[in-house]
Every structure is written in structure tokens, then in C-alpha cells.
């Protein structure tokens, strides 16, 4: 066999033990599967922007779903439940690693306050469908934002004293992690367009808060792995 011959065998030999093909390219290296986060909630998230600017906060390594539904509610009993509607199949279907739920605002309409005792039932049974998917789902509860309009029968102080509570409650029974982006605001109505709906700033901390938390979700889970 000639020289010439052999030397063309080694090369191609050396090109693809290395990974590289006979034409030259690179071999495809595996991808690595994302994280995927399910945005559930109300119009603060379908509307806000705060998905996607999570979405730019997590990077590449997470795909973030926006699943919010407006004027929807915990409540069972009210006219548009959030799990009567069909984002909440999307979001099921979307097979979420992290579910972010931030809704509550709607329930605090002084017509539903008749509901307050089975608020906490809902609440679980919304968890529950999440965590009855494949797979292990980390569950981050939310604390809405704070009210300061109330043309629309929306009362700040039963979000804050009964839901909030309700909140607490169900975290503590099922093992849950809370988000507070209730406190983000303090006093300050400015982070909002008319009362309830957040700005672009608004949404900004909410999104940050949530991004802190994802984040520490992640290492917890990392550690209890190793």
C-alpha cells in the first residue's frame, strides 16, 4: 500500500477519534435537557411581563411558560376558577419542573369572602394536580402583590389577613416554598398602573424575587442529590 494512501488512512483515523467527521464537522454534542418553570396565576402574570423577564433572568439552562389567566381565581365557586380553564391543562401538559403559583388577588373580591373557608381546599387541590405529574415538582406559592384600588371590589386587607394565612397554612401542611412579593412593594402605589396591574418596575421585582428563589430551589434539590 503506498505511503501516501496510509497517511490519508491516519488522518481520518485521528479525525474521528477526536469527534470530528470525515467531511470536516464537528460531532453534535448531547443537549442538556431544561428546566422547565409553569408561570400559573392571574393577569399580574399573563400581562405583567414578569415571565419573560424571568425568562431572561434564569438564562438558557430554563424554559419559562406563561399560563396566567385573567380575572381567574382559586375559588371553585367563583365564575372563572383557574382550574376550569384550559391554560391550566397547558401548564399541566407542559410537564413543569417548577410551578410558580401566584393567584389570590381575584379571590379577595368582597363577593367571593363567602368562600373563605374553602379557599385552603382549592388552593390544595390545584397543588395536588401539579404534583400528581411525573416526576418530582418543586412548588413555589405566592403572595400577591398588594391592592390600593378598590373599583374593582378587590380588598387588600382580606388578601393580606384570610389568604395570606390560608397561604401559610398549606405551605406548612404540604411542604411548600413561599414567595412573599407582597413586602417587594412596601407602601407604594407607584409600581402599579392602576391600583392592582403592576409596571414594567413592578414586574421587574416580582420577577427578581422569584428568580432569588428559583435559584435557591435548585440548589437545594442539587445538594439533596449529592
Do not use: W
Not at 501516501?4 to 469527534?19: C, E, N, P, R, V
Not at 470525515?22 to 431544561?34: E, V
Request: aromatic share 10%; glycine share 8%.
Amino acid at each position: 500500500m503506498h505511503r501516501t494512501t496510509l497517511l490519508a488512512i491516519g488522518i481520518i483515523i485521528i479525525m474521528l477519534a477526536s469527534g470530528v467527521a470525515a467531511y470536516g464537522f464537528m460531532a453534535p454534542k448531547t443537549s442538556i435537557r431544561q428546566i422547565r418553570v409553569a408561570c400559573v396565576g392571574d393577569s399580574i402574570t399573563e400581562g405583567s411581563g414578569y415571565p419573560d423577564k424571568l425568562q431572561s433572568l434564569l438564562g438558557t439552562d430554563y424554559s419559562v411558560g406563561n399560563f396566567g389567566v385573567s380575572g381567574s381565581t382559586v375559588s371553585l365557586n367563583s365564575e372563572k376558577p383557574y382550574m376550569n380553564q384550559s391554560k391550566f391543562q397547558e401548564a399541566m401538559d407542559f410537564q413543569p419542573d417548577i410551578v410558580v403559583i401566584m393567584l389570590g388577588t381575584n379571590d379577595a373580591n368582597v363577593n367571593l369572602s363567602k368562600y373563605d373557608q374553602s379557599f385552603e381546599d382549592d388552593y390544595g387541590k390545584l397543588v395536588n394536580a401539579f404534583q400528581n405529574l411525573e416526576g418530582e415538582q418543586k412548588m413555589l406559592v405566592v403572595k400577591s402583590p398588594p391592592i390600593f384600588n378598590n373599583s374593582l371590589n378587590l380588598n387588600n386587607t382580606y388578601l393580606s389577613n384570610n389568604e395570606f394565612a390560608h397561604i401559610d397554612n398549606l405551605a406548612n401542611q404540604m411542604n411548600l416554598y413561599t414567595v412573599n412579593v407582597n413586602d417587594d412593594f412596601g407602601n407604594n402605589p407607584n409600581y402599579f398602573y392602576d391600583g392592582v396591574h403592576p409596571t414594567i418596575e413592578g414586574a421587574n421585582l416580582i420577577a427578581a424575587d422569584i428568580y432569588g428563589n428559583i435559584i435557591s430551589v435548585s440548589q437545594d434539590s442539587s445538594n439533596q442529590t449529592q
